[in-house]
DNA sequence: TCAAAAGTGTTCTTGATACACCCATGC
DNA sequence: GCATGGGTGTATCAAGAACACTTTTGA
């Protein structure tokens, strides 16, 4: 079956879904959304925001829609991640889904009620319950992709709000890179990138010495990225 | 139309298929295989080899397969690239393209003639036809990612032949990269890395001093890297 | 004997790592 | 005044970059 010989008229093929793994950094930890399912197969089971891809509409607006539908979120860093067609990963009939995943900052998108009235909550990505299909894999492929990425862009400040502290970006590269970080090698290495704007501001409410506030300077990285600078950790 | 409320009988879905971008190094330089359209749309345009994913195969079966029944090529590196779902971008139907790459080093992998009579050939990368499709974009990823991935991957070996001497493989990184190294750095890093084995033998029908012939270990590779080992260029 | 590529070390510069104490603030 | 995290500098070590000449071989 070649692409030039079909007769593209009718003839049976996959379906296309495509699932999103949302992250979120929140109290120190490093968490996803699942939504529970209403329906069969894997009725009442926690799954991947997700779900099929419309003729109209590209993979990624796919995406962005069903993000939207099922949790509320919008205007948030979303990357194709892999494709998985394991024949059987679906019970009901060959699905062939096209993951993304996404960045989001918590305080700026919390979970709205789904139109659907379908649960969605945030699991710690330590603790994650048993999930639908092939959830668990795709998760765990996200989770390699982001290690992997946070290292060499500048993606983490995606999980942080606008302003914030040098110690919580720190914080934030420990708990997705799994080790500990020289806090003065740390901020000698990302201060020396000048990527960050300290602001007139510190912390507030604290029971110690408030931090001076930061913002990532994303217009002078797409400046510097243009001219062949690389981030790194 | 969330997955949970689909029912699953029919309903119009996407197409999919998968597409191979197969790169070689021969005579110094880099080419990728195409294979000339017999059929419309794009009649006797050159297109990647590829075509419809079965319902009863993986993706990466449905590729292999592909590339077998195209080119002849079997038993080499591939790997999943990105997947290409614009509307539009086939102009028959919605069709969904899932994009793999493969290396091949071209003095195993002689071309056979296609299983259907259409012609299948190598390309020089610097200077391809106009393609269907939209699969000048699809191998502008895949240089992309090959450029990205020879640097911390050692993949570079997959498309030179078994045996091979330092100035092969340091000339090939420069095809890649696109810029020159150092012979002495080169040498002295790569062979730090212990990775190479030299052989008892040395090139062969040279108008000059034969040069060392090395082989790659990739048992020792496999070895190095679970134990936290990085490759680097 | 000439052409063509193989092969080989050292110096310098830069970036990574390791490491400990005083400071500001709220309670 | 004490507990808590904020903020800072230097010395050592390792890796990367720059750089030129001799050797081997076939024609």
């Not at 379908?118 to 639908?132: E, H, I, N």
């Not at 998760?139 to 999980?159: C, H, M, N, Q, S």
């Amino acid at each position: 079956m070649n692409r030039d010989e079909v007769r593209i008229t009718k003839f049976k093929h996959p379906y296309v879904t495509v699932d999103c793994v949302v992250f979120g950094f929140d109290e120190g930890d490093l968490k996803i959304i699942l939504i529970q399912r209403a329906n069969a197969p894997f009725k009442n089971k926690w799954a991947l925001p997700g779900g099929f891809v419309r003729l109209n509409e590209s993979l990624e607006q796919a995406a962005i829609r069903e993000l939207k539908e099922e949790t509320g979120i919008k205007d948030v860093f979303l990357e194709q991640l892999y494709t998985f067609g394991r024949v059987g990963r679906d019970p009901r009939t060959r699905v062939i889904t096209v993951a993304y995943y996404a960045l989001v900052n918590r305080t700026g998108h919390l979970i709205t009620a789904a139109t659907d009235a379908k649960t969605a909550d945030w699991f710690l990505v330590k603790q994650l319950p048993m999930l639908a299909f092939d959830h668990q894999t795709i998760i765990d492929t996200a989770l390699t992709r982001l290690r992997g990425k946070v290292r060499y862009e500048p993606i983490g400040f995606e999980l942080l709000p606008e302003k914030f502290t040098l110690s919580r970006l720190q914080h934030l590269y420990e708990v997705i890179l799994e080790r500990n970080l020289d806090k003065r090698n740390f901020r000698k290495k990302i201060l020396s990138m000048k990527l960050l704007i300290a602001l007139n501001e510190r912390e507030k409410d604290v029971a110690h010495r408030a931090a001076q506030l930061y913002k990532f300077d994303a217009q002078k990285y797409k400046e510097l990225k243009r001219r062949g600078f690389n981030f790194e950790i």
